[in-house]
């Protein structure tokens, strides 16, 4: 019997749903993972990198987040969500890079000019500053970096590398929003744009890479140091759970909604996560209706990769950080079974949610940013007697979107209200029409 015998009825039709993950293992953590992937000791290594970094990014980001805690946790005043104990973590606020992916890409590249530097005896792990030295710089000179991406792994990767004063290459897929293009140039980044989906324009950076061999690329699909880079926001996490008194355990599970797009971000944060709390936090993946990767690679299995035009979807979605049409096999491999699930989403509800948290609680989100609060409205329900009904606590990540252009995010504004047939009153309007 095929895959898609396991696939849920409606998928192919392009119905928002929760799939439950039937390979769901609660406790298995990164230490019962596949041998030599990855470990708890690189957990915690990653965030001693991220730490011991932190007076580069300070002085690469004057304005940036904090590296201890790079987004802020907030409780959401928004009534929509069944009166819940609900927060989102903050990522389309991260000061430095404005989304999730920022994480992953500015951590891979740091490591990079880390080895580079260490290679030809600079020593930098002992004193990070040396990165800045004009002696460094000449060396990242002779140095180029590429990746594909949709827009925002490639304006992470680009803006840390440019400062750092590596040459840039962004293979860019059909779904990138022509600003996200606009900013890499001003950062004197290299755009290659691609009239094909994210896979191409990931295989052909892949591909470019492999003829250069002053290249480096930056492999969206299969890096374990862009999992790591993410897995850090766990120890965020952790810390602001405990300023707020709040105890994860078996009387209080912890719910996590986090936007997929190949699967890296949410992937790394999962294991992070589950290194944490263990079978007391779920997470839970949430992809477009018509980009739901991670779902038919999990129905799958990781042996084969597998992808959405196979079951009669388009991947054609108006949240362009998601439109992804296979998934990353490796986090198929090593989070598989740590993902509680997958539900999905349609694109009305994406812009909705946009315009909701906008009036609710004043957040700048992206369509991809606002995946998780769609999902939880849509499936909260579902998901929780999923895990034996207990309320819990439910964290939203809000991936992406403080850096939306104005006239981009008042037309998602205004897409939200002609689908509503609601217009925006008050102190909302007045700020988006200054
Ligand atoms: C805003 C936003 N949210 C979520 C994601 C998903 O991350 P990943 O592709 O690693 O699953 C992306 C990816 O680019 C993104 O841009």
Redesign the pocket.
Known sequence: MGYQSFLPVGLSQGAPLWWPNPNYRPSDTIAKGPAGALNASSLLEARGNWLRLAPVLNVIFPDGSDIDTQSSLVEIANPGFDGISLLAKCDHDIRSTG???GR?GVYEVLMLAEMLANSQGLNVSANPIGLLSQEAGDLFGRHKILVG?????GFSVGVTARKLGFAVEVHMSRDAKSWKKERLCQVGVAVVEHGDDYSVAVSSARRAASEDPSSYFVD?EHSLTLLLGYSSAAFEICEQLKQRDIVINEQNPLYVYL?????????GITLGLKYFFGPHVHCIFVEPVASPCMLVQLAAGPSRPVDVYACGLSNDTIAD??A?ARASLLVAEIAGSQIAGVATVSDDDMTRWVLDLWISDSMRL?P??AAGFAALAQHGRDIRKSHCGKEGTTIVWT??GAFLPDAEWKAVLERAESRRKVRLTGRARCEIDV
């Open positions: 989304s999730i992916k992953g991406s949709t827009g925002n792994l969206d936007p997929c797009g190949v699967g890296g971000a949410p992937g950080g998601l992804v992206e991809s940013g991936t992406g």
